[in-house]
């Protein structure tokens, strides 16, 4: 993620912030620019770039913003749409009847739109399915309750389904402790979903597939029988030395969907560092240092980016025990899952290289 300020009283801002604290201007979201910037109302309801870039051009906020302030984008004055590039993406929300719901739905949107800024950084932004049926991307939040069977998190054909009980914090506790899990939060979701739709979209029937079966396995095993599997017998006991998750473990998608994940997860933390001029410099020569030059994403040497995020989280893990929290980074990194995440720093560096051209 990208530092932000205000444009107006320069104050630093954050990516969900619709107001700046020091000055009081209205602040959105531009996906053309990938910036926040700041706005002032005009008499007839539109509101006005006061971004030095494009300073005096009118925008509308997204209707999700005006009616639920759920959303914090903004939309070129003349575009036909009301719903923003994110919010056109969902196409079921939960029953606005609850408060609670309200909550839940607005942090599911906010999860989403930090992914899709990620995606944007590695130049893929999905399309929507109103525009591309057959390729797009489309999300629903489903609340359990509603039907006679339970929601399901999952990706069907570009249509990744999240059940809204994922964005209630002790709910997700509870189950991560059921599972066992080291790490589940609703970021992660999305990011582990997305995995899946860009599977897809890059490896399936690519030349790239040959190489995903070397690494992660021959996906055309049967799905089900190994989700099953995995649920009656759990993971191996070795699944630390080959996966960088026990779940990943169950199938090659799977591992496929958690290594993307975890790629997602390194490359905006390096770039939040990286922006905020983030550097180490121990006291000890042998200990691990920090100078990250470039955002992680234009680094061809993916053992380069490995070397900053080894120092990153060693001193991330450092701090918080120090305040007395868990690790905030609980992974072993084991060769292969280093091989398979490299993989995955291949293919999307091609792809951005692909739409260069």
Not at 194 to 218: M, N, Q
Request: aromatic content about 10%; charged content about 25%; hydrophobic content about 35%.
């Amino acid at each position: 993620m990208k530092t932000f300020h205000c444009d107006k009283c320069s104050q630093q801002v954050f990516f969900e912030n619709t107001l700046c604290f020091n000055c009081d201007s209205t602040l959105g979201y531009q996906p053309a620019t990938r910036s926040i910037n700041s706005f002032e109302q005009t008499e007839d309801g539109l509101w006005r770039s006061l971004n030095r870039i494009d300073e005096g051009k009118l925008y509308k906020q997204c209707s999700n913003y005006v009616q639920h302030n759920v959303c914090n984008w903004m939309l070129p004055a003349d575009d036909p749409h009301e719903l923003c590039e994110s919010c056109q993406l969902t196409v079921i929300i939960p029953a606005l009847s609850t408060e609670k719901n309200h909550t839940l739905w607005s942090r599911l949107e906010t999860a989403k739109r930090r992914l899709l800024f990620s995606l944007a950084t590695m130049n893929l932004t999905p399309k929507s399915k109103e525009v591309e049926p057959e390729t797009g991307l489309a999300f629903q939040f489903l609340e359990d309750g509603v039907t006679d069977q339970c929601v399901m998190t999952g990706h069907d054909n570009g249509l990744i389904t999240l059940n809204i009980a994922e964005a209630d914090p002790a709910e997700r506790e509870r189950t991560r402790e059921q599972m066992h899990e080291r790490y589940r939060t609703l970021l992660g979701h999305f990011r582990h979903e997305s995995g899946h739709y860009y599977f897809d979209r890059l490896v399936a029937d690519s030349a790239w597939i040959d190489e995903f079966r070397t690494l992660f396995g021959d996906e055309r095993q049967d799905y089900g029988e190994a989700l099953k599997r995995h649920y009656s017998e759990g993971p191996a006991a070795d699944w630390e030395s080959h996966f960088v998750s026990s779940y990943a473990s169950s199938h090659p998608w799977e591992d496929w969907a958690e290594t993307w994940a975890h790629y997602l997860h390194m490359m905006d933390t390096l770039e939040t560092a990286h922006a905020c001029g983030l550097s180490l410099n121990p006291i000890k020569p042998d200990e691990p240092s920090l100078d990250i030059t470039a955002p992680p994403i234009k680094t061809a040497s993916f053992d380069d980016t490995l070397n900053d995020w080894f120092a990153l989280t060693y001193v991330l893990n450092s701090l918080n025990r120090s305040i007395g929290m868990p690790d905030s980074y609980p992974f072993k990194l084991s060769t292969p899952v280093l091989e398979k995440l490299g993989f995955v720093h291949k293919v999307v560096r091609a792809q951005m290289a692909q739409k260069k051209v």
